[in-house]
């Protein structure tokens, strides 16, 4: 009688084996013995995916030449294959499943290691009824708690619901590539754009919020407004107001009407304090970090992207020195607490911070943090009871360094009183206007302690009611401001959220009642994708919808499903279900091809009839072969250099430059292909004055061979 211990790599076999009283290495596998584990027990390994989805032409040659023709692909079922270089692996595996009484799976605790561990059993032909199944479940890589896991091994068929999801989602995001990416690709060329469009069940809509924030931004236009506030002085303590209630002006021609109708004016008046109030506010520590909010903490403190953060919090998994790292849950449960608490001193000293025990509050667990009936998969990330030597953490790559930081601090604030502090607000008569004016101080800072980062005073001075003050009423000038590019970290957020723009506190309140697009564990590799094709890219922690993503994005507006976010967060919903024996692998899959169907049917005649992809393909055409004329030598073509654009004709001496930023504005090619066609542009707006920062409006011309304003 044999046992196999089924791992997904070679790391976590290694991890499995190191916990045992004795083990040996083989080709492919390890020999195992310990008091826990039945006689004759081994470890195997895949290297992740040893089973893929075989492409279309393995079911007919004819697939390999796209046609819509040959639209819709739809296999009465699905091969498999095993990709050359694991196939000497998968020899091993298959050859121990075969002969094991027992196999354990232990891939990775969630519904990706399943799908792993059941398509490996399945391409090697075994009937797992005929075996004894079961499912080594834990959180940590531990040797405590890989013991605990085998010694509590579950049912592996209570875990079959989860891996026909994952089977599920892997077959729906096949079906809408192989048909989709064809389909768009073949009529874009219609239209004249060449190249090949990828077209996928999750990436499509999470680059179209990506391109409609772009949209958004480049199409927003400024309005200014003015508001009026006021300076107080007190005891030589300055201190500014906003107009209570507050209103904003559409011009300062309507502020000053409205100051006329007070019989008030700008300039120094006297104000006296009306009403005075203070209280003690307090703030808890955050959530729990979730995988999706580490990321998004971690790009928005060091710029990490989404797969450098899952690559770092993955090391320390595998070091033991943190827990389960794709769990989409904020929360433990007792069991967690326990030991947290149980080591918190050891925490609190790798810190080397002072204060942080002296805001150690009673112990207890809170149910902001702990909350075991809102655990399901896996607990929130959080510190393992190992901790790493200072030797070893000076090992560390700085990212790894930072997240594990990160995640302590975070972890070791549900141990720490709340932050007080104290809130005074003044409402100031200056004639017959109330100004407000808010100040805040700290009275204990409590859990704020573990901040690297120190907040600014902003009290008020002291103030008593009826006191009198110097007060100066003064316009300011303003203009709304756009909406902001999405960053990794804030893209997470609204794919974890299906698109609704909230922080990631927010967040968490609501994802009881909204499902986002993909999971925990690809939405990272979801945005590497989109950069890998070409369709996003990143500069300064900014995402921007390259031309060829501006394509696919308008492209793709032609089946509005495709790019719902709304839509694709329900399909993610279905698949749970699946999971959750709920509802059936076959009726999800009739669903998407229902869709694809609709899509292969209307798809072409809205491309087909469809202005700006016109528009699109004919900039293509003029991208490839110039943006325009050179203007100065009429020989060569103005091209885009990168950092500015310049005629193709430098070698034959033609020195003509145009700048793609200037007076604040940026020069699209639109602009420059104007300027070279007529040498002035007609009245333009969004230059910015570098004295005052104001926007303004004037013309461009090209005088010789330079750029100058014009206003007349």
Excluded at 14 to 26: N, P
Excluded at 307 to 329: G, H, I, M, W
Excluded at 587 to 593: H, R, V
Aim: with cysteine; proline share 4%.
């Amino acid at each position: 009688m044999t046992t196999v211990i089924l791992a997904e790599k070679p790391s976590q076999a290694r991890a499995y084996a190191e916990a045992f009283a004795q083990s040996k290495k083989g080709e492919g596998l390890i020999y195992v013995a310990d008091p826990i584990l039945p006689r004759d027990t081994v470890i195997t390994y895949g290297f992740g995916h040893l089973v893929e989805l075989a492409m279309p032409e393995a079911y007919d040659p004819k697939y390999k030449r796209w046609a819509m023709k040959y639209l819709p692909i739809f296999p009465d079922s699905y091969k498999y294959f095993v990709p050359r270089d694991k196939q000497k692996q998968f020899k091993i595996v298959s050859s121990l499943l075969k002969k094991a009484d027992t196999i354990v799976v232990a891939t990775d605790s969630d519904r990706e290691g399943e799908n792993i561990a059941w398509s490996i059993m399945r391409q090697s032909e075994i009937d797992p009824r005929k075996k004894r199944l079961y499912r080594l479940w834990i959180n940590s890589l531990e040797k405590s708690a890989i013991r605990e896991g085998f010694q509590n091994l579950r049912n592996g068929w209570d875990f079959f619901t989860r891996y026909k999801e994952a089977q599920t989602r892997q077959i729906s995001d096949w079906l809408v590539g192989m048909n989709g990416s064809p389909l768009f690709t073949l009529q874009l060329r219609k239209q004249g754009i060449k190249g090949v469009y990828s077209i996928g069940r999750v990436q499509t809509p999470t680059l179209y919020m990506v391109y409609q924030r772009d949209e958004e931004i480049d199409h927003f236009k400024p309005v200014p407004y003015t508001e009026l506030t006021a300076d107080f002085w007190a005891s030589r303590h300055k201190f500014s107001g906003k107009l209570e209630p507050y209103q904003r002006f559409e011009t300062p021609a309507s502020l000053y009407q409205f100051l006329e109708q007070k019989g008030m004016g700008l300039g120094k008046q006297e104000g006296v304090v009306e009403k005075l109030k203070k209280e003690v506010k307090q703030v808890a520590s955050p959530s729990l970090f979730s995988l999706s909010s580490l990321q998004s903490e971690a790009n928005r403190r060091f710029r990490a992207s989404a797969s450098q953060t899952l690559k770092a919090v993955q090391n320390l998994y595998e070091n033991k020195f943190l827990s389960y790292p794709r769990t989409d849950c904020n929360y433990i449960t007792d069991k967690e607490y326990a030991y947290l608490a149980q080591n918190l001193d050891k925490y609190l000293a790798m810190l080397d911070n002072g204060e942080a025990k002296d805001q150690l509050k009673p112990a207890g667990p809170d149910k902001r943090y702990v909350n075991s009936a809102k655990v399901q998969e896996h607990h929130a990330i959080i510190p393992t009871r190992t901790t790493p030597a200072p030797a070893r953490l000076a090992k560390m790559s700085r990212l790894d360094q930072q997240v594990y930081d990160l995640v302590l601090r975070r972890t070791l604030g549900m141990f720490l009183k709340t932050y007080e502090y104290e809130k005074t607000t003044a409402l100031i008569r200056v004639d017959k206007l109330l100004f407000k004016a808010t100040g805040n101080v700290t009275v204990n800072r409590g859990w704020k302690v573990l901040e690297t980062r120190k907040e600014k005073a902003s009290g008020l001075p002291q103030l008593a009611e009826g006191q009198v003050l110097s007060a100066r009423l003064s316009e300011e000038q303003k203009e709304t401001k756009p909406p902001a590019k999405f960053t990794e970290g804030t893209l997470i957020t609204a794919m974890k959220t299906a698109g609704k723009t909230l922080d990631d506190e927010e967040a968490q309140a609501i994802l009881k009642d909204v499902e986002g697009i993909g999971t925990e564990a690809t939405r990272a590799s979801t945005i590497d994708i989109l950069k890998k094709r070409g369709y996003l890219e990143a500069k300064k922690n900014q995402l921007t919808v390259t031309p060829s993503g501006q394509i696919l994005a308008k492209a793709a507006e032609a089946e509005p499903l495709l790019v719902s976010a709304q839509m694709t967060a329900q399909w993610e919903k279905a698949l749970k279900q699946i999971g959750q024996g709920q509802r059936s692998q076959d009726n999800f899959l009739e669903q998407i091809k229902r869709f694809i169907s609709q899509m292969i049917q209307q798809v072409p005649d809205k491309l087909a009839i469809d202005p700006q992809l016109a528009d699109r393909a004919k900039a293509e055409k003029q991208a490839a072969e110039g943006i325009a004329v050179c203007p100065v030598c009429k020989a060569g073509q103005i091209m885009d250099k990168g950092k500015f654009y310049g005629c193709s004709n430098y070698k034959s001496g033609c020195r003509f430059t145009l700048p793609k930023k200037f007076a604040g504005k940026s020069l699209g090619k639109r602009i420059v292909r104007i300027l070279a066609s007529k040498g002035k542009t007609d009245k333009l707006d969004g230059f910015v004055s570098k004295k005052t920062g104001q926007r303004y409006s004037a013309k461009l011309q090209l005088e010789g061979d330079k750029l100058a304003l014009a206003f007349d």
